[in-house]
């Protein structure tokens, strides 16, 4: 994995629904990090999940940097190799990269932390018919989450949309790559994926304004595993 991102220190947290220490790590590799979720024997039999990718709030691996909210221009770009995935993922499993306006407790796992958010997600999203794939690639927004929301756990005003790349979304492989990238400019969040035909596709939130009503200081961006994955 590769940051564009300005040289700084990352740090690690699991956080939310069905997370637990022994489910959602990270290790550092020869090759590059190493994001976890769930337990998984060598045969690929799954032992525990971990962790879970809902609408308004997550159960997550994550591994992120703090960027000051006054800040212009920032990005994360990165290539992902998928090792392993559910043969029967039940919506909630995948990976992506995620911006967050607020940040979960630290290994806290029996409570949901709802955030404003823009991700790029390989997990369940539905095509252009109505059909459920499980799981492709696809993006996310939440917005307009509220600290009132967050306190009392409840959505009153936020709303989210999510959609797959593609009208026609194939199901994703273990061992296949993906170049995805989240950039933020005068001009919002944008999310981009490069396709299987060498073809960036891309997705744009402009209004950060409502992206940003949690944490007053800080957006959280990074590196997101759930479920089994």
């Not at 703090?66 to 800040?71: E, G, L, Q």
């Not at 009208?167 to 061992?175: H, I, L, M, T």
């Amino acid at each position: 994995m590769q940051s564009h991102l300005s040289p700084g220190p990352w740090n690690f947290s699991y956080f939310g629904l069905s997370t637990d220490e022994k489910t959602n790590f990270y290790e550092e590799s020869p090759e590059g990090l190493v994001l976890q979720a769930g337990l998984i024997e060598p045969s690929g039999e799954i032992r525990q999940k971990g962790g879970k990718f809902t609408p308004l709030f997550d159960g997550i691996s994550y591994y992120y940097q703090r960027i000051p909210k006054n800040t212009a221009y920032f990005s994360l770009e990165a290539k992902v190799r998928l090792d392993f995935i559910s043969e029967e993922p039940d919506g909630q499993d995948g990976f992506g990269l995620i911006l967050r306006d607020a940040l979960g407790e630290d290994k806290v796992s029996d409570r949901a932390f709802m955030s404003n958010s823009a991700g790029i997600l390989v997990t369940s999203f539905r095509d252009r018919t109505g059909r459920r794939v499980k799981d492709t690639v696809g993006y996310r927004y939440v917005w307009d989450l509220g600290p009132d929301d967050v306190r009392l756990n409840r959505n009153e005003r936020g709303r989210f949309y999510e959609s797959s790349f593609s009208s026609q979304p194939a199901k994703v492989r273990p061992g296949q790559i993906f170049d995805l990238a989240l950039v933020k400019n005068p001009d919002g969040v944008h999310l981009l994926y490069k396709n299987e035909e060498e073809t960036w596709l891309q997705s744009h939130f402009p209004a950060m304004d409502l992206l940003s009503r949690l944490d007053q200081e800080y957006f959280y961006l990074g590196f997101a595993t759930a479920r089994a994955c």
